[in-house]
């Protein structure tokens, strides 16, 4: 089946640092999307991706849908205590009868004060 | 105006039972879903269902069973409940039919099974 190979797994980084985080495989996806999760919530839709190339911020928070359609990556930066969480891409292609999303493994940030 | 609720947020039970998680969703979405998150955080899809079709992940026990009394609800049962089936389970809704409708996701329910 598809899989999303998303790295890191971890980060721990000082409050006012930037994050880089990506996702990659070997299936080509139409829609790139960006989760949060906090603690004892579900995850939280951050960022979409429609268009191969496509770069989109929201704040702080910049992501972008590889030219290849097989990757994206999210920045974050001048990271604060609140943007601890666990981050997960998600890609889809949408063809006939497939609406499924793929899910990475996730990016466990740390911020540290 | 949760868009997605999922009811208990925290069940705990012994193996053998028989118990129910509750999902309702208030976008207007016309596909719900299951997936189950394990202790590493990994996000599994379990069901997707929208009112034409049922689609389950084959690795999923038959012990699982979706249940939808209307678009607004999907409900997951899950009989003779075993060890391994304690995780955080999460409901989610999309619009299918527009094809940039991206996953809202519950809270989640977590399960503990003793």
């Known amino acids: 089946g598809q899989q999303l190979n998303q790295s890191p797994q971890s980060m721990f980084i000082q409050e006012g640092e930037d994050v880089s985080m990506n996702c990659t495989s070997s299936?080509?996806?139409?829609?790139w999307l960006w989760y949060k999760q906090d603690p004892g919530e579900g995850p939280v839709l951050l960022i979409a991706?429609?268009?191969?190339?496509e770069l989109t911020s929201n704040g702080r928070l910049t992501a972008q849908f590889g030219i290849t359609r097989k990757d994206s990556f999210l920045n974050i930066s001048a990271s604060i205590p609140s943007d601890v969480g666990i981050y997960f891409c998600a890609a889809r292609y949408s063809g006939a009868g497939s609406y499924q999303l793929t899910f990475g493994k996730g990016t466990k940030l740390s911020v540290i004060p | 105006d949760t868009a997605v609720s999922q009811t208990p947020k925290y069940l705990v039970t012994q193996m053998g039972n028989d118990k129910s998680i509750k999902c309702e969703q208030n976008l207007g979405h016309d596909t719900m879903y299951w997936y189950k998150q394990d202790s590493k955080k990994f996000l599994k899809i379990m069901f997707s269902y929208n009112n034409k079709e049922l689609i389950i992940n084959e690795t999923v026990p038959n012990r699982f069973s979706p249940k939808s009394p209307d678009k607004a609800h999907l409900n997951l049962h899950i009989n003779s409940l075993e060890l391994g089936d304690s995780a955080v389970y999460f409901c989610a809704s999309s619009q299918v039919s527009s094809p940039n409708s991206p996953l809202h996701f519950g809270n989640g329910t977590r399960l503990t099974v003793t």
């Open positions: 299936s080509i996806f139409n829609t």
């Open positions: 991706l429609y268009k191969a190339g």
